[in-house]
């Protein structure tokens, strides 16, 4: 099966930066490298990660999903970005709409914007600087694994709360959060 997404468009990068395909094909790459991602070491309680050295200056993580883990709505700060399963199964929860990057707090989400897509076996996603998602383990006995890329490297993540069609700004985390 192909994988999923976003349409292809060209996007002018004056640093020369990756695209978001070229993230993606960097992703499913990495994520087919048995011995890399046998060496991130797993945790039961929590997700782990290790940072990568991802293309043409971006940043890549390989990160590890117990069961039943996952992300909480948030977006890039406007990178765009790439992500593969390397194994296991990840779902991941979309909002097919462009939301207002600043000055809002509470949006009331249109009927119809939301997807959902499952990623296992390589399969992965390249997704726009304007994505907002979560990416859960929904599994309730398998670790997984994935790898994912950004570019620009992650200048902040938003992240948001949601309640039926209501999402809500919840908290903006700088990079030294997760580092």
Known sequence: MPDVRTPARPRPDATGGPTAAELLDFARRTAADAPLVASLPLDPEGRTWVRLDGPGGSEAWLIGWPPGTGTGWHDHGGSHGAFAAASGELTEQSLAAQLPTEGWKTLELADGV?????????????????????VLNLSEDTHAVSVHAYYPPLPLMRRYSRTGPVLRLEEVELPEDWR
């Open 114 to 134: 939301d997807r959902q897509r499952k990623l296992a076996g390589g399969r992965g996603r390249a997704f726009g600087p304007h994505h907002v998602h979560q």
